[in-house]
Every structure is written in structure tokens, then in C-alpha cells.
């Protein structure tokens, strides 16, 4: 009997993807991360929270297979959450589920599966793999509404070959019903929040976490102008709107922060979009392309674009057919051929 150990968060996709494995045939073996103080967290929408983790082993107990929580703190604190914080403070919109998928969750997932002797790991994410010749590809998940590749585009192929993921062929209205009909307890589980350790808004996090962070600075007009005072660079993204307290004649968005000037600049929306962006720390899953679609954000279609590789610098020149809204500087950018996964990077400043 083969044997998979399953990254469990206590919510339906993970405990659904468990209760597919079994039913498979695998020897199933569920663990759950401890990522971010889950002692004193009882948020249930947050899948580190010490609810949710409770939740996790209570499913393992109903389906009949072994559990366990490993402590990663440490490794969270310093591979994602000092980075998410410094990209920020540097006028950056960073990804901390890339980083984690990077730094903790399948690294972790690998050694774990050493450790317990597991052919294969798993995770309830809306995506697929095939193999393609002696390799082994990535892929959206069927359910367009639902497709987690985005976050995925930084996994390696010898990952890939001990990765499943059963829910990638799956819809998530099937997903949930099969979790009503066994009955599990994540049932009644909110769904979990977009980044897992913070539980009211990122500005409200780093501001705790590091209150120096909050240095007012100039917000600068279209033409130069000072038309207010921010609150901290980290507290504005690229095309934001709201709270910029400002007064003018025509509705402005963030189009620009100079981090080194301790600025945020702001024009009318036109000039929020941009056709054309450098993209580096790359990883291509099946080898860089000159024609592709790519997504700069998790829920925003992929958009036709042209590649333009920057020989010996490690980067390409990303240019879309038409001008997409607000990219922003640490942001990833990931690169499909039609359901395939090409590869991706992060937009360079």
C-alpha cells in the first residue's frame, strides 16, 4: 500500500483531500502545521489557529488515520513573515502563500514524509499535475472559479513527482457536498482567510508588529503637487483608492511609491494601468516561451503577452497586448499555455 502524508488545515479542501486518498487505497497520514501563535489564536477562519487545528485532528480521528501537529514558528516567522513585513516597509506588494509554498508548506510536507517513510505528499488545492514524457507538468484546476496554479508556478519538478492533489479534476460545490455527506466537522468551518496569520487586515498587523513602520510622509499629486500626508508607505498598494483622505477634483489611485522618498504618488486611473513589466526571481516548470498568457493577480484572468528574455540577467520583459490594471512591484506574475503552467516570477520595481 502506498503512502501519503496530507498538509491538513482543518478546513473541507484538506479533509476531503484526505478522505479521497483513502478511499483511493493510500495509507494516509495527516499533518497539520503550527505557523503563527495558534496558542492564542481561536479565529476559525484562520487554518493556522489553534481551532483549526483541533479541527484537523478530530477529522483524522473520523477517517480513521493518524495525525500530527509539527511546530514550524520559527521557520514561518523568519522565511514568511519577516519578508511580508519588509516588502511592505519597502513599497512592495509581496505574496506571503508563495512564500510559504516555498519556504514551509511543501519543503515541511517532503520531510515529513521522509521521516514516516510517504512515497507522496498531498494538499487540498484546486490544481493539477500530469506527466508529460519523463517529467511531470503543472496545471489549472477545472474549477476556473477556484484555480489555485497562480500560487503554485515556484514548485519544482521533483516536487511534482510526489505531489497529488486530488481536488484539481474537482468543482468546489462537489467538494463541499462530499464533506456533507461524510459528515466532517469542517463542514461547519467558515472558509479561511486569504493569508492565514493575519486576522483583521495586513496594515493592522504590521502596525503591531513594528509601529516605527507607520512614518508619514507626502501623497503627491498628478502634477507634483502635495495633496495630503500617509500613514506609513506599507498602508497603500498600487491602484488603491480608499483611505487615501485627499481632496481633488477627479477620483486619483495610487500609481507609484517611492519607498527611499517615503512617498505615495497618485494620478488619475489611466495611469494605475501598464503594459509592460520586468519580472525576475523566475522558476519555469516547463522552459520559457515567447508567446503566453499570464495573470498578475490570483483572481484576475490571464491576459495574452509576449516574453522578452534579459540575457545573463535572470529576468524578461514582460509585455501584454493590452494594458492590465495596476501591477505592482512584488507581485508575481505567473505564465500559462492555454491549462498549462509555464512558469513565473516576481515584478520588479
Not at 493577480?297 to 516574453?307: H, I, K, Q, V
Request: hydrophobic share 35%; aromatic share 8%; charged share 30%.
Amino acid at each position: 500500500m502506498k503512502k501519503v502524508v496530507v498538509g491538513m488545515s482543518g478546513g473541507v479542501d484538506s479533509s476531503v483531500t484526505a478522505c479521497l486518498l483513502k478511499e483511493e487505497g493510500y495509507e494516509v497520514e495527516g499533518v497539520s502545521f503550527i505557523l503563527w501563535e495558534a496558542r492564542a489564536r481561536l479565529n476559525p477562519r484562520t487554518c493556522c489557529s489553534l481551532d483549526a487545528i483541533e479541527g484537523a485532528k478530530e477529522t483524522a480521528e473520523l477517517l480513521g488515520i493518524r495525525h500530527r501537529a509539527v511546530d514550524v514558528r520559527d521557520d514561518f516567522m523568519e522565511k514568511v513573515i519577516d519578508p511580508f513585513v519588509d516588502a511592505y516597509l519597502r513599497g512592495l506588494t509581496p505574496n506571503p502563500c508563495i512564500l510559504c509554498n516555498i519556504h514551509i508548506k511543501f519543503p515541511c510536507l517532503l520531510r515529513e514524509a521522509e521521516n514516516s517513510g510517504a512515497e507522496f505528499i498531498a494538499t487540498g488545492h484546486y490544481s493539477r499535475i500530469k506527466r508529460r514524457g519523463a517529467g511531470y507538468v503543472l496545471m489549472k484546476g477545472v474549477d476556473p472559479s477556484k484555480d489555485q496554479s497562480y500560487f503554485l508556478y515556484v514548485l519544482k519538478e521533483e516536487t511534482l513527482k510526489r505531489l497529488i492533489f486530488p481536488l484539481g479534476t474537482y468543482r468546489k460545490d462537489r467538494v463541499r457536498e462530499i464533506a456533507r455527506d461524510l459528515d466532517l466537522p469542517a463542514v461547519k468551518r467558515p472558509e479561511s482567510v486569504e493569508i492565514c496569520f493575519i486576522e483583521e487586515d495586513y496594515s493592522c498587523f504590521i502596525r503591531d508588529l513594528m509601529p516605527e513602520a507607520s512614518r508619514p510622509g507626502p501623497i503627491i499629486g498628478p502634477g507634483g503637487e502635495v495633496l495630503g500626508t500617509h500613514r506609513g508607505i506599507y498602508n497603500y498598494t498600487m491602484g488603491q483608492r480608499r483611505g487615501l483622505n485627499i481632496a481633488h477634483g477627479e477620483p486619483l489611485y495610487v500609481r507609484r511609491i517611492d519607498a527611499e522618498r517615503n512617498e505615495v504618488h497618485v494620478g488619475p486611473r489611466e495611469t494605475a494601468f501598464g503594459q509592460e513589466v520586468v519580472v525576475g526571481d523566475l522558476n519555469w516548470i516547463t522552459g520559457p516561451v515567447e508567446r503566453v498568457t499570464a495573470r498578475i493577480r490570483s483572481m484576475m484572468r490571464d491576459e495574452p503577452a509576449s516574453l522578452y528574455p534579459e540575457e545573463g540577467a535572470g529576468r524578461v520583459r514582460v509585455v501584454f497586448d493590452e494594458p492590465q490594471w495596476a501591477p505592482a512591484p512584488g507581485q508575481s506574475v505567473v505564465f500559462y499555455d492555454g491549462d498549462l503552467v509555464i512558469g513565473g516570477g516576481i515584478i520588479e520595481p
